[in-house]
């Protein structure tokens, strides 16, 4: 007999239900406070909303543990006090509209978030008042306000961050982690307030101590330039203005963290500004490195959206078209007019005369077709000699770099072998022009060809024996960097030693090199080791003892150091020098490509050249 399907039992009809207040603080809790640096964040703030010219943070565990921020501001009164962490009440609306807002907060939800999940203390002192008041709120629970010591100004003190949520303080990272994304949050804070003092102490260390500075000089400090080499910027289109200092073509960086964006001397990660930034950049600098700047736009209260996230970092723009253009052209000029010391170019940006043909119906390039590569591929009709045999790569320090073993040929004779041909000439002492068998015309991006070169050298090297060959120095070199990205590299020293790259700490924000990379030579190291300190700061949540991870991030550090030890543009090769380059490209895999994405080399058919000659069509 069959057994009857069973189904089921249909679920209970839920019922709808109030959450209760201390629930609802913890929820919007979650959305305004996801990490120490976002409680860090909103109390600085306050403090600059509050008119502080001074303010002190000190951080354990990069917040963790504990955060204490200490203002000069005008200070709250009991009362206000008893008001500051009841959610949504703040002083910084004075109607009922979000238009006219100008301070950097005004949701009246900071303080009771922080209260919902942590340890708060809140003291504060009014000018006129006698003494100072504190109120504590532990985990929601609030204490009233009580008398104590203190200056006219603020208190605060954040102690056991999310111990009343413990499913959001595991997902913490480590205290370095979590202390690199406080700095940032300081360093873009620090920006907006040049009229403020900041002191900032991590663990006791002070990681940075600014007084009251002009905009030139806090853009330099938060920068790490000087003044005399930051381009202004001073541009104005209808009722926007845009404002700042620029780093000129010379001073680029391997990752984005280098440049900072305030709205309204609120700062933003803005994704279209981004955008519009590399665009503007885009003529001058070489793909895959990023500008340095500190710009500030100032935009029509009515015309701006700051209520779009509880972080409000995100922003919306009335008109994106034309805050995206007037970026780009401001840019543009002021990087055509250059600077004394910036490393600005002096060139125009005044389109080039181009030829013009007729309209033709668009038929489909051949431009760039596939590199067909070989193993092993047989020598030029000349015998090939045990030195060229054993040739591996062609960095300027390399003795390897020797000429090709086979003299130049005439373009009946080239060997069908060589896809990529003989070599017949360098133009602009960058790109080689060589001649195909099938007698097609190649065009070779000598520094991007050896990019890649390098960069597969290096990486069958580390995935032969996990490490690359070191070259000691003869005099070990200090490198001097921002503290954070000092750390980072000290974080990674073993991983790094793996690389050739041998490391020692040598006091606050300098590192002393000892060894390189044997393949790449001792040249450019300062610049190398920047960017690989780049590389690595610029993703605090790789963690040092994350192999894994850091096994994800090894080949852009490769590919870095590759780009450090390539052949470079601007340098005149030898016929052989071309020759033997192109012979390379042939037997290395993906040499259609540099380590940055970008072509290593073009093809241009007879077909093409008489049509751009208008011989055919």
């Not at 080689?432 to 000598?446: K, R, S, T, Y």
């Not at 080949?555 to 020759?579: N, Q, T, V």
Request: charged fraction near 25%; proline fraction near 8%; include cysteine.
């Amino acid at each position: 007999m069959t057994e009857a399907p069973s189904f089921p039992h249909p679920p209970s009809r839920p019922t709808i239900r109030r959450l209760s207040g201390h629930i609802i603080d913890l929820i919007a809790a979650g959305e305004v406070i996801e990490r120490p640096a976002a409680a860090l964040k909103e109390l600085v703030e306050n403090a600059i909303d509050a008119g502080a010219t001074r303010i002190v943070v000190a951080l354990r565990a990069g917040g963790t543990d504990r955060i204490d921020v200490t203002d000069n501001g005008f200070g709250m009164s009991p009362l206000e006090l008893e008001l500051a962490v009841e959610r949504h009440c703040t002083s910084k609306l004075q109607d009922d509209h979000l238009v006219q807002i100008r301070t950097l907060g005004f949701r009246g939800e900071a303080l009771p978030s922080i209260g919902a999940s942590a340890r708060l203390s809140i003291t504060s002192r009014t000018p006129d008042a006698d003494s100072a008041w504190c109120i504590r709120v532990d985990g929601g629970v609030i204490t009233p306000p009580q008398p104590a010591s203190g200056p006219v100004g603020t208190r605060i003190v954040v102690t056991d961050l999310f111990f009343a949520t413990p499913a959001r303080r595991k997902f913490l990272k480590s205290a370095r982690v979590e202390s690199g994304h406080a700095e940032s949050v300081m360093r873009r804070l620090a920006l907006s307030a040049p009229h403020c003092a900041m002191r900032v102490l991590l663990d006791d260390k002070v990681l940075f101590d600014l007084p009251e500075q002009s905009p030139i000089s806090r853009a330099a400090s938060i920068l790490d330039t000087t003044p005399d080499t930051l381009i202004p910027l001073d541009e104005q289109r209808g009722a926007v203005c845009l404002s700042g200092f620029a780093c000129g073509p010379a001073r680029t960086r391997a990752t984005g963290s280098g440049q900072f964006i305030l709205v309204n001397n609120r700062p933003v990660t803005d994704p279209m500004l981004r955008t519009a930034i590399r665009v503007a950049y885009r003529p001058v600098i070489e793909r895959g490195r990023f500008p340095v700047m500190a710009l500030h736009l100032k935009v029509p209260l009515e015309r701006l959206d700051v209520n779009v996230h509880p972080a409000k970092t995100e922003l919306r723009f009335a008109d994106e078209a034309e805050i995206r253009s007037l970026v780009i052209g401001g840019l543009g000029r002021a990087l055509g007019h250059g600077s004394k010391g910036g490393g600005g170019i002096h060139a125009s940006f005044a389109p080039r005369p181009s030829i013009v043909y007729p309209p033709r119906p668009p038929e489909p390039r051949e431009t760039v077709t596939s590199l067909p590569l070989q193993a092993t591929l047989p020598t030029a009709s000349a015998p090939q000699t045990p030195q060229a045999a054993s040739r591996q790569g062609f960095a300027e320090t390399d003795p390897a770099f020797a000429p090709a073993a086979r003299a130049p040929q005439q373009p009946e004779a080239l060997d069908p072998a060589f896809p990529l041909g003989a070599s017949i000439a360098q133009v602009f002492d960058t790109y080689i022009l060589a001649l195909a068998p099938d007698g097609d015309l190649i065009l070779v991006d000598q520094h991007a060809a050896h990019e890649r070169l390098t960069h597969e050298r290096l990486r069958e090297q580390y995935a032969s024996g996990g490490t690359l060959r070191a070259q000691a120095l003869l005099l070990p070199e200090v490198v001097d960097l921002p503290r954070r990205e000092a750390e980072a590299l000290m974080a990674r020293a073993e991983d790094l030693a793996k690389l050739g790259i041998d490391l020692e700490s040598f006091g606050p924000g300098s590192v002393l090199l000892r060894s390189v990379p044997a393949l790449l030579g001792a040249k450019d190291i300062q610049g190398l080791l920047k960017d690989v300190a780049d590389e690595l700061a610029g993703d605090p949540d790789l963690d040092a003892a994350n192999t894994g991870s850091f096994t994800h991030h090894l080949d852009a550090i490769l590919a870095r150091m590759a780009c450090h030890g390539s052949i470079r543009a601007g340098r005149r090769l030898k016929p052989e020098e071309m020759d033997a380059l192109l012979r390379e490209m042939e037997r290395t895999p993906r040499a259609n490509t540099c380590s940055h994405g970008r072509p290593t080399w073009l093809r241009l058919t007879r077909r093409e050249l008489e049509r751009l000659f208008g011989r055919v069509k």
